[in-house]
């Protein structure tokens, strides 16, 4: 059995007090950032009959001048157990357009504008497709 020497200890002090300072290191740069500015774009899908429609499917596209900017790109949701979705944005002045569908339903389209850091409510009634 090895005896510890002095430059042992040393090394087994400074581990000890890496590992109880690290948790304090890692969050300590999380604690001043700012949280990222959005807008919200959310809402719920209903069939003709009222009762929500999960799986639906969502599409969200910039439209006019701003559908330009690389930074956007087409989103895409499915709607939840309660017919409900929900996208983030950038928080600036934006036009959108919103596409609800579903398997045995007809689209329906939105018209979204957003004009900063908000929330704006969309809510689709989806009619049974006719059949032919």
């Given at each position: ?31 001043h ?13 209903f ?20 559908r ?7 989103q895409?949701a ?14 600036e ?24 850091e ?15």
């Amino acid at each position: 059995m090895r005896k510890t020497t002095g430059a042992d200890r040393r090394r087994i002090f400074l581990l000890v007090l890496l590992a109880s300072l690290a948790p304090g290191i890692a969050s300590a740069g999380q604690q001043h950032r700012k949280p990222i500015p959005y807008a919200l774009i959310a809402g719920t899908v209903f069939r003709e009959d009222g009762l929500s429609l999960p799986g639906a499917r969502l599409v969200l596209e910039r439209e006019g001048e701003a559908r330009r900017d690389r930074r956007f790109r087409k989103q895409e949701a499915i709607s939840d157990a309660r017919g409900e979705f929900a996208f983030r944005v950038p928080p600036e002045p934006s036009q959108y357009r919103l596409t609800a569908s579903a398997p045995g339903f007809e689209s329906q389209h939105r018209q979204v504008q957003i004009q900063g850091e908000e929330r704006i409510d969309v809510f689709f009634r989806l009619t049974r497709a006719s059949k032919q």
